[in-house]
């Protein structure tokens, strides 16, 4: 049943067939080119059976829980980045982008959707209801053909697709449950959407798709046989892993492939995207998990102290020493080293950072005696050291010692998809550290967190939620002022009055939204005189014929657009 409120919904969509030509004038065939496109992305039109042999081979060679939180998760990104589209393209209209969403996965040729229940939602209270029946479903046909009846739902790719395009419309994460399959053998499948945190009995295999947890796992058989095998991860060791942004995934996946041998990493990023936190995953999906993982930022090292804090000391080696003490490579004996901001590290002590990783032996300062040492190293950087080699500050030598395995982090402007999953991980933590009964975030919230350019990353996101927290009153939601509290320079997109009453956006903004639409009509149209055709053929269709309102839309006089419509049609 849809949820109960004292309120009413602030909105309901109804069940109408949404206008095609809203969104097939954004779908483009180029033979020519080689490119379908739509929404200015790229499309590919596959056949749908050999699609259905990919599946299957899929579930096959990883087994249906993998196979399925991978194809659950190429529709969630599939899902959000179709929502953001239609987020541009309805503007603040989520009724209407809530309608259309539906309708383009039809256009796109998975399913057919039927609404029981008209969509509800109230952006303010955080609720959101929605309940479709789907036939013709591409993955359920799929899966009978290739699998037979089916002991659960099997419609992974859509259930993502659902969830993530209403997580880009709503602001909030969105989860879409498939409660009946044409693959299980019922007449025809069926979903109910709600906002995540609404659900309170999800099985895990319902939401392994938004965690980073099982694609860091390498399975059993994966492991090498001549060594002790690597732990599994335990509950919360990747609490602060959540995404389904394609970025996140390839950083995902390379952490899983590197994990379980003892090559060097270098982690590289911006501030804030999560360097270390990755650093300390790998470490524990490594074979030497039950050993010392021990961090360094050398950023923060006095530079007359870095030996003595990476190698060691010895009584008496200068002023101050009055007792030996080991430096991080022994402490990190049979484990893992990190060291972060490498780049910071002085050069002469980079040459002797160097000498250690080939030859794998340390001496303490002041001290003769050789000592050997067995640790996997592992860098991070946010600057490029190829940069940095260019300019002199960096030993050559040095960084081709530790960029045997590089990865890239990508910045959390790049991964906007992961902010909604963020946000709540980063909400449910601070209530708790707070004391505090925080909702959720308004819809307005949503779009500025989504508009901001992120100079800090996920720290900066992190710590503006704590901050938010603190701010909102319980059992309340988080607004803009709550995040946008200390000094952040946030760009909001600023609307004024049209002519005509209509809102439109203010003149600087307005200027730069039409040069950037004159560049794509003349990158496409050869002729100025199809540009006014075009323009014309748009305002008749608005005005459904009316010669008056096209004239308002074109700001023209009627007599004007009667001239040009004559010439035309002779």
């Excluded at 990508?410 to 933590?429: G, M």
């Excluded at 004239?551 to 009627?558: D, G, H, Q, T």
Aim: charged share 30%; net charge neutral.
């Amino acid at each position: 049943m849809p949820p109960t409120s004292h309120a009413a919904p602030s909105a309901t969509v109804g069940a109408k067939r949404s206008d095609d030509r809203t969104l097939t004038e954004h779908l483009r065939f180029s033979p020519d080119a080689g490119h379908i496109v739509l929404f200015e992305q790229r499309m590919l039109l596959m056949h749908a059976s050999s699609f259905a042999e990919l599946r299957r081979e899929l579930i096959e060679q990883l087994g249906t829980g993998k196979a399925r939180e991978l194809f659950t998760r190429l529709g969630y990104q599939q899902g959000f980045e179709d929502g953001q589209r239609l987020r541009a393209l309805c503007g603040s209209d989520r009724d209407r982008m809530l309608e259309l969403g539906p309708r383009l996965r039809e256009i796109e040729g998975f399913v057919r959707n039927q609404p029981i229940d008209a969509m509800q939602f109230d952006l303010e209270g955080g609720e959101f209801w929605g309940d479709y029946y789907w036939t013709s479903s591409w993955e359920a046909e799929a899966h009978l053909k290739h699998c037979g009846v089916f002991g659960e739902p099997a419609c992974w790719m859509m259930v993502g697709y659902a969830s993530g395009c209403c997580t880009a419309i709503l602001g909030q994460p969105v989860l879409w449950r498939e409660i009946e399959c044409v693959a299980m053998g019922h007449e025809r499948c069926r979903v109910v959407g709600r906002p995540l945190a609404a659900w309170d009995d999800l099985s895990e295999h319902e939401t392994n798709f938004l965690k980073i947890e099982s694609f860091v796992r390498t399975p059993p058989k994966a492991r090498p046989t001549r060594s002790a095998p690597v732990k599994a991860c335990t509950p919360g060791e990747f609490d602060d892993f959540v995404g389904t942004s394609a970025g996140f995934n390839a950083v995902a996946n390379l952490v899983r492939r590197v994990g379980v041998t003892d090559s060097t990493v270098l982690f590289r990023g911006e501030s804030g995207v999560g360097k270390e936190r990755f650093a300390r995953a790998l470490h524990s999906v490594s074979r030497r998990h039950e050993q010392p993982l021990v961090s360094i930022n050398c950023a923060a090292i006095p530079p007359d102290l870095v030996e003595a804090e990476l190698f060691g000391v010895e009584k008496g080696a200068f002023t101050g020493a009055d007792h030996s003490r080991p430096g991080r490579f022994e402490r990190a004996h049979g484990g893992t080293l990190f060291l972060d901001e490498i780049s910071s590290l002085p050069l002469p002590a980079q040459g002797k950072l160097l000498r250690v990783l080939q030859e794998r032996e340390i001496e303490r300062v002041g001290d003769v005696r050789v000592r050997k040492v067995d640790v996997r190293l592992v860098a991070a950087s946010n600057r490029d050291l190829r940069d940095e080699v260019e300019a002199g500050r960096f030993r050559e030598d040095l960084f081709y010692r530790l960029n045997v395995f590089p990865i890239v982090i990508p910045p959390l402007r790049e991964r906007l998809e992961d902010i909604p999953l963020l946000v709540a991980l980063f909400l449910e933590r601070c209530n708790r550290r707070c004391g505090k009964r925080v909702s959720g975030l308004t819809t307005r919230a949503y779009d500025a967190l989504w508009d901001y350019h992120w100079p800090g990353n996920v720290r900066e996101l992190e710590n503006m939620v704590e901050r938010a927290v603190i701010l909102a009153d319980d059992d309340g939601r988080i607004d803009v002022q709550h995040l946008f509290s200390g000094g952040e320079q946030l760009k909001l997109r600023s609307l004024s009055v049209g002519a005509h009453g209509e809102l439109v956006p203010r003149a600087g903004e307005a200027n730069d939204q039409c040069k950037r639409l004159a560049d794509d009509l003349l990158a496409r149209l050869p002729s100025f005189e199809q540009i006014e055709s075009l323009l014309f053929e748009r305002a008749m269709e608005r005005s459904d014929g009316n010669i008056s309102a096209a004239a308002r839309l074109l700001r023209l006089r009627r007599g004007q657009v009667e001239y040009r419509l004559k010439k035309r049609e002779s």
